[in-house]
């Protein structure tokens, strides 16, 4: 039997804490364990900055405007 | 505001979705037109003030299937995936000793990101895009893709591990000397 890890608890439950699907206890228990470790708080503040950085990166590429003229073209006649 | 005026409306966010869950623009760019054209077409089947957009993409993710570009299912070899921690961990050992978790992201490139997602297996990568870059619900995600919500939980789980796995190759392992 391995002992019980709260980093690597913490680890698991990074993302369903970020989405905000956790219950109300094992959020607080993530909560005390983040205000106690560094090491996980790091790891936790890193992930908001990449979800951002990700958001950005896969909107940095525009749609072409001539796309958006022939999408427009598409339109039909009144009915 | 007419109902192909809305969806026109919409398409920089559609064709930002579109754009990552196929492999090439020129595809995106064929898929964004077939999809407007049957919009446009059965517009009468749109329940009005539900959400278009997620209209819109239920529409492009299935001509994307019936054209067969979706053809390659999820490989029974299942992609290398590493825990949360792994990209912080990586690119925190490959710096300077800066390990300011503000500046830490700074070592990606959009271009990691983007080209890290499209080595995502198809199954994985839906649900990453539609959530984390088109800010789709679960729900909304679930029901474009018509797969149960907890599917949608799993994959997104996994698939978020699976692209920082990426990233971290992208920007850490493919470093040549």
Known sequence: MTAYDPCAHCEEVMQPFMDRVLTDAERQEAESHLDECTYCRKRYRFEENLRVFVREAGAAERMPVELKQKLAALRTPLQ | ?177
């Open chain 2, 1 to 177: 505001m007419r109902f192909e005026e809305e969806a026109l409306a919409l398409s920089d966010q559609v064709y930002r979705v579109a754009r990552h869950l196929v492999g090439s623009r020129e595809e995106a760019e064929d898929l964004m037109q077939e999809t407007y054209a049957r919009a446009f077409r059965s517009w009468r089947s749109f329940q009005p003030g539900t959400n278009l957009r997620a209209w819109l993409l239920r529409i492009l993710t299935n001509l994307n299937i019936d054209r067969g570009r979706r053809q390659q299912r999820t490989p029974d070899m299942q992609p290398l995936e590493e825990g949360d921690y792994f990209l912080y961990n990586k690119l925190e050992a490959s710096g300077d000793g800066d390990s300011d978790e503000d500046h830490v992201v700074e070592r990606l490139s959009q271009n990691d990101v983007v080209s890290a997602l499209s080595e995502v297996p198809h199954d994985f990568r839906d649900v990453v895009v539609l959530v984390d870059i088109g800010d789709f619900t679960y729900a909304d995600a679930a029901q474009i893709l018509d797969i149960p919500i907890g599917t949608v939980m799993s994959r997104l789980h996994r698939g978020r591990r699976i692209l920082k796995k990426g990233m971290a190759d992208q920007a850490v392992g493919g470093e040549v000397a």
